[in-house]
T-cell receptor
Framework: SQTIHQWPATLVQPVGSPLSLECTVE??????LYWYRQAAGRGLQLLFY??????ISSEVPQNLSASRPQDRQFILSSKKLLLSDSGFYLC????????????FGPGTRLTVT | GEDVEQSLFLSVREGDSSVINCTYT??????LYWYKQEPGAGLQLLTY?????DMKQDQRLTVLLNKKDKHLSLRIADTQTGDSAIYFC????????????FGAGTILRVKS
């Protein structure tokens, strides 16, 4: 069966510090991968998606970047965090099949102080 | 418009039925989804429906789709306190990456 992992689960970082959040998927190959941010426990904002190694599409201009160094690994990064980067970050995967449903990881709670 | 719209809040009594409504935007969307999010957790896929269906039932969950009005609903029968959560509807947009576009979520509160 497929599983998705995210770490860390929680993170408190000062403004101006770097960020690296990691997401890995097990039990599937060549998934589509997604990073979302959820502010204040409500709507999801799609940040990045990837259909393959090294292929990253950005949805919104921002202080963040994403990379996919391996097929089942997706990394969200920042060189200098802003207060507005605080939120709940969710990684998701989908198999490019006809129904395209996405499966989410447990999330990372980021607080920038 | 671009947004998938949902009512913000729903409160029901334990044992009653809950109906969560959603209006989506793209009449060509082929799949529509319902997700559940419990506090501090990721999103859990509850069910999805293909656009050529009017209804899909899965145990206590019933999804109704009105394609003409672009209206989707989720009915939860015999609502339990464990159903308290945020419920998101989403539509599939057939663009690069086959993106899901989510509504803002409906907070369901179940009173015992």
């Amino acid at each position: 069966s497929q599983t998705i992992h995210q770490w860390p689960a929680t993170l408190v970082q000062p403004v101006g510090s770097p960020l690296s959040l990691e997401c890995t998927v097990e039990g599937t190959s060549n998934p589509n991968l997604y990073w979302y941010r959820q502010a204040a426990g409500r709507g999801l904002q799609l940040l990045f998606y990837s259909v393959g190694i090294g292929q990253i599409s950005s949805e919104v201009p921002q202080n963040l970047s994403a990379s996919r160094p391996q097929d089942r690994q997706f990394i969200l990064s920042s060189k200098k965090l802003l207060l507005s980067d605080s939120g709940f970050y969710l990684c998701a995967w989908s198999v490019p099949r006809i129904s395209y449903e996405q499966y989410f990881g447990p999330g990372t709670r980021l607080t920038v102080t | 418009g671009e947004d998938v719209e949902q009512s913000l809040f729903l409160s029901v009594r334990e044992g009653d039925s809950s109906v969560i409504n959603c209006t989506y935007t793209d009449s060509s969307s082929t799949y529509l989804y319902w997700y559940k999010q419990e506090p501090g957790a990721g999103l859990q896929l509850l069910t999805y429906i293909f656009s050529n269906m009017d209804m899909k039932q899965d145990q206590r969950l019933t999804v109704l789709l009105n394609k003409k009005d672009k209206h989707l609903s989720l009915r939860i029968a015999d609502t339990q306190t464990g159903d308290s959560a945020i419920y998101f509807c989403a539509e599939l947009r057939m663009e690069y990456g086959n993106k899901l576009v989510f509504g803002a979520g409906t907070i369901l509160r179940v009173k015992s």
